[in-house]
């Protein structure tokens, strides 16, 4: 069956950082994107970055960008979210999920409509929590 796992999740001091993991299975990760998203308390779901491996294509949402990096391992079907200073704005539950590429992966107009924002496998998430 398809699974998408996350983990690194914790709690962590304003200016640390955390390295998030999603190991993907039951599906062909290079004909998939991988995107991050969060949601926190009482707020509604948001992208957080994008990956497809087959193209290079990354993408990141303005309120991480220059602090979050994404990156992906392909042999190990595995995409990464290397967070650094962190704030606490940032706590939030992080869910990976995966999108074809076929429905334009990191690009398609999808990413525009909340909060499944047309993935087609979701993640059960992992909390980060910013402490001040």
Same mark, same amino acid.
């Given at each position: 069956?398809?699974?998408?796992?996350?983990?690194?999740? @914790?709690?962590?001091?304003? &200016?640390? #950082?955390?390295?998030? $993991?999603?190991?993907?299975?039951?599906?062909? /990760? %290079?004909?998939?994107?991988?995107?991050?998203?969060?949601?926190?308390? @009482?707020?509604?779901?948001? &992208?957080? #970055?994008?990956?497809? $491996?087959?193209?290079?294509?990354?993408?990141? /949402? %303005?309120?991480?960008?220059?602090?979050?990096?994404?990156?992906?391992?392909?042999?190990?079907?595995?995409?990464?979210?290397?967070?650094?200073?962190?704030?606490?704005?940032?706590?939030?539950?992080?869910?990976?999920?995966?999108?074809?590429?076929?429905?334009?992966?990191?690009?398609?107009?999808?990413?525009?409509?909340?909060?499944?924002?047309?993935?087609?496998?979701?993640?059960?998430?992992?909390?980060?929590?910013?402490?001040?």
């Amino acid at each position: 069956e398809v699974q998408l796992v996350e983990s690194g999740g @914790g709690l962590v001091q304003a &200016g640390g #950082s955390l390295r998030l $993991s999603c190991a993907a299975s039951g599906f062909t /990760f %290079d004909d998939y994107a991988i995107g991050w998203f969060r949601q926190a308390p @009482g707020k509604e779901r948001e &992208g957080v #970055s994008c990956i497809t $491996s087959s193209d290079g294509t990354i993408y990141y /949402f %303005d309120s991480v960008k220059g602090r979050f990096t994404i990156s992906s391992d392909n042999a190990k079907n595995t995409v990464y979210l290397q967070m650094n200073d962190l704030r606490p704005e940032d706590t939030a539950t992080y869910y990976c999920a995966a999108v074809a590429t076929v429905k334009r992966g990191c690009y398609g107009s999808h990413w525009l409509f909340p909060p499944t924002y047309g993935m087609d496998y979701w993640g059960k998430g992992t909390l980060v929590t910013v402490a001040s």
